[in-house]
């Protein structure tokens, strides 16, 4: 039952362009698993969006769920599309299509979609708003990641990244390493990689190289994040960046840094790379992005990964937070927010590290295994697994 989705749904969303021209998109919703509660997971923009896709991306989001012990199942969306080549109009127009076409399977007691790739509050914002037009009243409960002026909460937005902080912060600590003076690169500038440059510079972590789909900049001396993000809010890239040496994504993976934070899309570290990986530590802010081969490898060179399904709940722990918050009409202070987040995290991370060195595993290993043993007993407890 475990390998299989519970559900899934592909649906078709005519879009009349600006040009007048009407264009079909294909999108999905997948629910991996809904045995802990309602499903959960983000809403995916991107040309390279299928069906296998959602499928592999909404069973993490089971396992993701089930080891930060939210009560929440999996699942996730996406739609086939390159959101760069769109106006803003012509993008609500597909959110609202597609957000009507799952309005049947989706809702605050049955799948909470939330932004992932390509998607963001205004996005949440216009499905929230289809929703609650269908349903007669105003339903804050049904996406999560909305604008703090709709319901949203306060820490949403930089939740993933300072997930992905927390756990790095403690793997550093854990390998002996003083957080304070050592390096990092991380693939990726958006929503989870911006924030993740930003907090651990602030924890006096050298950030010397970024990338985002255009390419990377590198500053062995470490980059000016504030300096940096002013230039992205600019331009739209950090290419070009202070006129620094350039880096392409493939470069930026293999630097000899103490941390590497793949921050951007799946299997970006595979066979054909693994053996040239020489940070210490890789800390996956994106959905896998570490081929199985490749971890394997990675094992076999002493490279501590510590796990998409850990490293970057952070995103889905206050997700969990802002739908208690919506459900309760009742919003909590940020430091609050960050307090209850950075709790669970370190939880997490402590269970994860006590299994591995326990049972002799990878932390993915040690991860999976508190996470499908937690989905496994619900399903035995509530009598659907003989
Ligand atoms: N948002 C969230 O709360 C969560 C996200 N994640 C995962 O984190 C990862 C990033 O998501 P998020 O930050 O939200 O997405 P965004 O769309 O906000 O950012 C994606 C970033 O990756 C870059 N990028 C896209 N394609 C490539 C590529 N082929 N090579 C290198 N860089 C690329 C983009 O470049 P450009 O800026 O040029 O477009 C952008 O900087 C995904 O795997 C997502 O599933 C996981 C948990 C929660
Ligand atoms: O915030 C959420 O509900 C889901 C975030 C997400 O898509 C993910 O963790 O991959």
Known sequence: MLATPRREMT??????????????????RVQHNFSRGPAKGGLRYSPEVDLDEVRALAMWMSWKCALLDVPYGGAKGGVRIDPRNYSQAELQRVTRRYASEISP????????????????????????DT????????????????????GGSLGRAMATSRGVVEVALAAISSTGLDPRGTTAAVQGFGKVG????VLLAEAGVRVVAVSDQYGGVRDPQGLDIAALCAHVDATGSVVGFGRLTEISNEDLLELDVDLLVPAAVEGVIHEGNADRIRARLVVEGANGPTSTRADELLRERGVLVV????????????????????NQ???WSEDEVNQRLAERM??????????ATTDQTTLREAATCIAVERVAAAHQQRGLYP
């Open 11 to 28: 649906v078709s969303i005519p879009l009349r362009r600006d040009s007048g021209e009407v264009e079909v998109l294909i999108g999905h």
């Open 105 to 128: 399977i989706i809702g605050p007691a049955h799948d909470i979609p939330a932004p992932d790739i390509g998607t963001d509050e205004s996005t949440m914002a216009w499905i929230m």
């Open 131 to 150: 929703y609650s037009v269908s349903s007669g009243h105003t339903v804050l409960g049904v996406v999560t990641g909305k604008p703090i002026s709709l």
């Open 194 to 197: 911006r924030g993740s440059a």
């Open 307 to 326: 796990p998409d399904i850990l490293a970057n709940a952070g995103g889905v722990v206050v997700s969990y937070f802002e739908w208690v918050q919506a």
């Open 329 to 331: 009409a009742y919003w």
């Open 346 to 355: 370190l939880l997490a991370w402590q269970r994860v590290h006590e299994r």
